[in-house]
């Protein structure tokens, strides 16, 4: 008799990425170009139709440009932001440090500051991925505990008094950095080295942004923190 052999295979989930712009030639360049690299992408010239299309096509990742009629990038982001913790990449023009600190204030993972290389986009959008997905070499518990605080890197969430909030990546790997080691005090650029592929791409303003949304989620008076404190002329602390 011939046993039937049951053959496993892994199967490649394709990501899909939302690309807003308002610009047809750039949009198409970066659509072609993701397209090739084997991502399925949606793509949206205006803030309304970019909102409809996330809820339309829920895509694992949104690049969006800042600069967008019908409404602009900033108002995009904080509708979506406000009901799911989707990968935002927002494009930025030259030297709008304001913009880009604000994109992140938002809740946006990262910024690219245009005119920018298809290689580092790419590059940009795997690193904010492996965040998301929790792929690191030295990651050995799925949760870390400390005071009340439990931080679980499946589902990416942070519990505390009976209420679980979902985090961004970026979030995730800050928050994950404070509570496995409390009472450390953290410089800006050690934050940006523990949270970044690319830290000296961005400013330390980027962690003061951060930081401030991560208070908005874990302090009961995020202007008079209890747990993540600044520790004047040095940086952070989770005490």
């Known amino acids: 008799m011939i046993q039937d052999t049951i053959v496993l295979r892994r199967i490649a989930v394709v990501k899909t990425i939302l690309v807003v712009e308002d610009e047809p030639r750039l949009r198409k360049i970066i659509a072609d170009f993701l397209t090739v690299q084997g991502y399925r992408v949606v793509e949206a010239g205006e803030g309304i139709a970019a909102v409809k299309k996330f809820d339309l096509e ?75 997905s929790g792929e690191k070499e030295d990651l050995q518990v799925k949760s870390v505990t400390y005071k009340g605080f439990t931080l679980d890197s499946n589902r990416r969430t942070i519990e505390h008094d009976g209420k679980t909030r979902t985090l961004t990546a970026t979030q995730f790997a800050i928050l994950e950095l404070f ?61």
Do not use: C
């Open 58 to 132: 829920r895509p694992d990742m949104i690049i969006l440009d800042i600069l967008i009629p019908g409404k602009d990038g900033f108002a995009v982001a904080k509708e979506i932001r406000g009901r799911s913790s989707v990968p935002i990449i927002m494009l930025t023009a030259k030297g709008e440090e304001s913009d880009r600190v604000y994109g992140l204030n938002l809740g946006s993972d990262d910024y690219i500051v245009k005119p920018f290389s298809l290689q580092e986009l790419e590059a940009r959008i795997r690193a904010v991925f492996r965040r998301y």
């Open 179 to 239: 509570l496995e080691h409390p009472d450390r005090v953290f410089t800006r650029e050690e934050i940006l080295q523990h949270a970044f592929q690319h830290p000296f791409e961005h400013l330390e303003r980027t962690v003061d942004a951060h930081i401030k949304n991560l208070r908005k989620i874990i302090e009961p008076d995020p202007a008079n923190p209890r747990y993540l404190q600044t520790v004047w002329g040095v940086g952070y602390v989770f005490s």
